[in-house]
């Protein structure tokens, strides 16, 4: 007798049909009840970023208190390699990612050479929504002035530490990652301690570039990462209103020195080892050798004054 069903590799009984529509059905909806939980309640976050290197055990301590605290936080590391003591290089870093991570997104950062110091531990609230767990001491400067700061508090409560004794030299275990956890497991911050004037935050003293009619002065301020290229304080967009097109030679003065390199879009525009002026990944004016470190070559080390005169027509 001929099988009155097309379908016979999967079978065509109307019960098996049915339980496969209701599987199909059940499993499907329960993928998008979580997808649904996910979206309403995600994992929290901490952006961990130290200048304590990875060679020793500081930082997984500091996680497993994270950890301790908030099993179920997600902890992104920004970078452990912040050039020790450099508030600055902290303070650009914190200020480059954060643009990137969403509100309740909480920041624990320690570079702190002031440990043990009268300086105060803080959590600061941005007015994006963001928290940022650190020592009062400047790395909050650039994030401030982009994003505006709705609070700030004065990490007192003990509840929010570890420890029967703190250590006057490890407060990255003992006071920033605990609070940072206790936030990022939606504890109340208000309760970590005194509310504080903004106003009164320890400021980075940062000189900003300067436009006039003869050019623009500004100062080369970091280091960027391993592969020696020159951080500069210019805007791309203030440079390019000195009228300079790509692959036009641009002549500067960096400290007492002065040099010729050209303006380009990328590091390949000119040959191995040459330098380049470029605008980079975050909008500023840099200095780098093709597959080589300007640093090196040209023994070019920051902070230094830079000048660059207005193109001439």
Not at 82 to 92: E, K, Q, Y
Not at 204 to 215: F, I, M, Q, T
Request: contains cysteine; positive net charge.
């Amino acid at each position: 007798m001929k099988h009155k069903c097309s379908m016979v590799r999967f079978g065509c009984h109307p019960s098996l049909s049915a339980v496969a529509a209701f599987l199909f059905l059940l499993l499907g909806s329960g993928k998008a009840s979580l997808v649904a939980q996910s979206t309403a309640n995600p994992r929290p976050t901490i952006v961990f970023m130290t200048d304590f290197g990875t060679v020793d055990d500081s930082v997984p301590i500091c996680k497993g208190v994270m950890y301790s605290i908030a099993p179920d936080v997600r902890i992104v590391d920004l970078t452990h390699q912040v050039t020790p003591f450099s508030i600055l290089d902290g303070a650009r870093f914190l200020y480059g990612a954060s643009a990137y991570f969403p509100p309740r997104t909480v920041f624990v950062v320690v570079v702190d050479p002031g440990v043990g110091s009268p300086r105060k531990a803080v959590v600061v609230k941005s007015k994006r929504g963001q928290y940022f767990v650190l020592p009062d001491n400047g790395l909050v400067t650039l994030v401030q002035d982009r994003d505006g700061i709705e609070g700030a508090r004065e990490i007192t409560s003990r509840d929010w530490m570890i420890g029967a004794a703190l250590s006057s030299t490890f407060h990255g275990r003992d006071i920033f990652s605990p609070t940072g956890a206790h936030l990022a497991h939606g504890e109340d911050w208000t309760q970590v301690g005194p509310e504080l004037d903004v106003s009164k935050l320890v400021r980075l003293d940062l000189v900003p570039a300067n436009l006039d009619e003869r050019g623009l002065t500004g100062e080369i301020i970091a280091t960027d990462g391993p592969f020696g290229n020159l951080v500069t304080n210019i805007s791309g967009e203030d440079f390019l209103k000195l009228g300079y097109g790509r692959g036009q030679n641009v002549r500067m003065t960096i400290g007492n020195a002065e040099m010729n390199m050209p303006f380009v879009r990328t590091f390949s525009d000119v040959p191995l080892k040459k330098p380049l002026l470029y605008i980079d990944s975050r909008g500023h004016l840099g200095l780098a050798a093709n597959q080589g470190s300007f640093t090196a070559i040209y023994g070019i080390k920051p902070p230094v004054r830079i000048f660059i005169p207005r193109a001439k027509n």
